[in-house]
């Protein structure tokens, strides 16, 4: 997979993702100070959502519209979204600005409209939220721009999963990456379940990763051991700011923390490799080897009592100790000088 210059694949770094959301609070420069913030913060791309209250749900105070059992309960949908989209408006300056700060941006769409909205500014890649992944059409409609698509699987069961990766596929779209993702706000840490990355990845041989809404970094750094290629998280200036994401989103000084953390996971990953390090080889001097511990001399036999194994490593391999014992020293040797196979005969 790749996005514009970044190389997505299973030997590449983390794709770290700072997703905006609605941590704009309706101020464009906040908005555009937030994408400075992120590249600060060490994030790979900015994501934003594009959609208004219109296109994503209606306004009705029907009980069906009016949000339960989160920290939005009691509000009506239509009112949450109103305050949380970001204008469409903006978009073209955010991208501009996420490209001359270096970082990549795109978004998710959600309906048809925005997705055409999205390819007039060409967005190099499309993200399926999590509650939209049942909406087929949508998801057929984005796999048909021939791009990469990130799909998170929030609410997803199995077979939802499969039928997001089949309209993909019958799409002619195979730049696919499926996100585990739980959507509660914040997640429970014990709902992680971060052994689910490379199960979908083998399952469905495609790129996997993390959209994360736990609090702190120790989920996407479980993630990187865990085989992630991409990371979301949401970010924020200011928590203080208020809005409708602000809980369980990251400061500057905390996703900073995040990328750091996630970094050395990688170095600590490493690769499958026998060979010792020039640094390690050194190392070996402090294992042990065979020494003669007491003055011998000429003829006298080797005992357990005048050759040990012991440290330092510049004697012989330990694994003679065996064979060399009831033999004869074939000259005389000082205690604390290293044994050496043509020592006895």
């Known amino acids: 997979m790749k996005i514009k210059d970044y190389e997505i694949n299973n030997n590449s ?19 555009i100070e937030t994408i400075k913030a992120a590249k600060r913060a060490g994030a790979d791309c900015i994501k ?40 469409w408006e903006w978009h073209e300056q955010l991208f501009k600005v996420a490209n001359e700060e ?51 699987t929030g609410i997803a069961e199995l077979e939802d999963i499969e039928l997001a990766v089949e309209t993909c596929r019958k799409s ?26 490379r199960d979908l990845a083998k399952r469905f041989n495609v790129i996997s990763g993390l959209s994360d809404h736990t609090m702190g970094a120790t989920v996407p750094i479980v993630a990187t ?17 208020g809005g409708p994401d602000s809980s369980f989103s990251m400061n500057e000084k ?35 080897s065979l020494y003669i511990v007491k003055d011998v001399n000429e003829g006298d036999i080797l005992t357990e009592d005048n050759v040990r194994s012991i440290r330092p490593g510049y004697g012989l391999h330990p694994k003679y100790l065996n064979s060399v014992i009831g033999k004869k020293f074939n000259k005389s040797i000082d205690r604390g000088s290293r044994l050496k196979i043509n020592d006895v005969e």
């Open 48 to 87: 934003l959502q594009t959609y208004t209250a219109d296109t994503i749900t209606i306004d009705s105070d029907k009980d069906d519209f009016v949000i339960n059992d989160t920290i939005w309960s009691g509000r009506k949908l239509h009112e949450l979204y109103q305050e949380a989209y970001t204008p």
């Open 102 to 152: 270096g970082l990549i941006c795109f978004s998710s769409p959600f309906d048809n409209t925005a997705v055409d909205f999205l390819e007039n500014l060409n967005t190099p890649a499309y993200k399926i939220a999590s509650f939209e992944i049942t909406d087929i059409p949508l998801i057929e409609y984005v796999a048909s721009k021939g791009k990469p698509i990130i799909i998170s």
């Open 13 to 31: 770094k983390v794709f770290i993702i700072a997703e905006l959301s609605a941590n704009h609070n309706g101020d464009l420069s906040l908005a």
């Open 225 to 241: 051991t865990f085989g992630a290629k991409i990371i979301e998280k949401h970010f924020i200036l200011d928590r203080s700011i």
């Open 172 to 197: 002619g779209n195979n730049q696919i990456a499926l996100l585990k993702c739980t959507s509660s706000y914040p997640a429970p840490i014990e709902e992680a379940n971060m052994c689910m990355i």
């Open 254 to 288: 905390e996703f900073t923390e995040m990328v750091e953390s996630i970094r050395e996971a990688e170095l600590a990953i490493g690769v499958v490799d026998y060979n010792l390090t020039t640094k390690q080889k050194k190392g070996r001097n402090f294992s042990r």
